[in-house]
């Protein structure tokens, strides 16, 4: 039972594992399996080399290599800093140098200069580490804002053990369950909820590598995660759809799901999908629940521990009436402790009474359901889950010598629920033979998922008085 146990990683307490109380199967990845004293033992011996670390850069492969380097920091009390693993060059270099990473821990990639400290798969120790201070800084997660490089959001080891707790009550998340997701292990979703909360609830854990249809099928587990492009590949391949009628709830998350797609889901599986709503900075904060109303379009009501009001532009209260659209903000004990090393803009996603600024406007009904209508900013692109800042696309496009002006937008997309699109007004002597260069510069320096799906060349951006771009015109 982990519900407010002191320990982070309640499931992997050294005393059950000496007394012989082990889960065979309590990490498998990509057909891979740690039983829970390998993860213990293995990480343990991670945590040996590393403790004298403040901080870590893991590369955030699928692999339970990746596992035992983020267990053996979290033993030893080390931050971490996940990095995701086709990171580009410009994306890569901003997160070492602003995370402050003192190594890599487990496999690096080439020319980054920072010291390598190998994870030995075998290796065990059972040194017995106390239980770091809660308020420190578990990890560094980064993630995209409108304009800039991403920023990294310091989570301690508090807020992940309130925020999954929430969840496992949400979800009558228990050690019976199995998780299977094939989710990326660098973000909230794939990693603290995807990871962590099986090794604090006690439940094994199938990571498919990737989230197809087919390992999804083949995996015979009672819960799942997915972003919502995950369940609409699952639509499309009913019978690996209806394998997943022996499950205990389909979770989804991380970007709306479309009604068609929620619909769909249930005739194929007989699961209305659960849909629970969070951010990097705030953990989840709500959902729908396996004993209650799962709305399509709507996102439940607060789990445990959070409060949430609807602001208009002005500050004012908006009403909760399931019509009223306003700014949501939420406050609980699974929020961020704020973007490293940036003061000023942690104050700014805050009110002055203490509230997060989520940035979504959403309305919330009589009985307290939640529906998300769309973000404040045009500049977040959500697209396969994966949350986009136009500004750092922008930003890298401008570095190319093609490309005298850019404007990039979000498109809805049946797939990815945005498509990633670059407007392009090329240099003189520049024309459409240099889009796919323009794609692949993009994943070259920040990262696949961060490339333009289509780059459209024009003589010029739309533009208001003032010279500000007028994205609202593109399309
Ligand atoms: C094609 N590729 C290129 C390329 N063209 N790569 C580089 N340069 C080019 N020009 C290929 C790559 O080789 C790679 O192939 C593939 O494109 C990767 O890009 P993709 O198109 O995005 O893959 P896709 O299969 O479409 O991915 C869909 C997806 C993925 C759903 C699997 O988007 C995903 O994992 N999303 C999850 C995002 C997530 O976890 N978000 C949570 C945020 S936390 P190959 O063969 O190598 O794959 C959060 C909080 C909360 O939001 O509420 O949860
Ligand atoms: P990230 O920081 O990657 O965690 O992205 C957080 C953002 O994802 C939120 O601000 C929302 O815009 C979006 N999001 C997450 N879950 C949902 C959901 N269930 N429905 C709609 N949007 C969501």
Known sequence: MSYGSPLLLSSLNPAAVAAGDDIPNAVTIDGEVLSRSDLLGGATSVAERIAQAQRVAVLAEPTVTTVLAVVGCLIAGVTVVPVPPDAGSAELEHILKDSGAQAWLGTAPEGTGLPVVPVRKHARSWHRYGEPAPASTAFILYTSGTTGAPKGVMLSRRAIAAGLDALAQAWE?????????????????????????????????????????????????????????????????????????????????????PVPVFERLQELTGHAPIERYGMSETM????????????????????????????????????????????????????????????????????????????????????????IVGRESVDLIKSGGYRIGAGEIETSLLGHPAVAETAVIGVPDEDLGQRIIAYVVPRNGFGAAIAQELIDHVAGELSAHKRPREVRMVDSLPRNAMGKVQKKLLS
């Open 284 to 371: 989840i904060t709500l959902s729908t629940r396996p004993d209650g109303e799962r709305r399509p379009g709507w996102v439940g009501t607060p789990v445990a521990g959070v409060e949430t009001r609807l602001r208009d532009e002005a500050g004012e209260a908006v009403p909760h009436d399931g019509e009223s659209v306003g700014g949501l903000q939420v406050r609980g004990p699974m929020l961020f402790d704020g973007y490293l090393g940036r003061p000023e803009t942690t104050a700014e996603n805050f009110t002055e009474d203490g509230w997060f600024k989520t940035g979504d406007v959403a309305v919330i009904d009589a009985a307290g359901f939640h529906r």
């Open 173 to 257: 998340w228990t050690w019976k369950d199995t998780l299977v997701h094939g989710l990326p292990l660098f973000h909230v979703h794939g990693l603290i909820l995807g990871v962590l909360g099986p090794l604090r609830v006690g439940s094994p854990l199938v990571h498919t590598g990737k989230p197809t249809p087919q390992a999804y099928a083949a995996a015979h587990g009672s819960m799942y995660f997915g972003v919502p492009t995950v369940w609409s590949r699952v639509t499309e391949e009913p019978d690996a759809a209806r394998e997943l009628a022996k499950a205990r709830i389909l979770i989804s998350g991380s970007a709306p799901l």
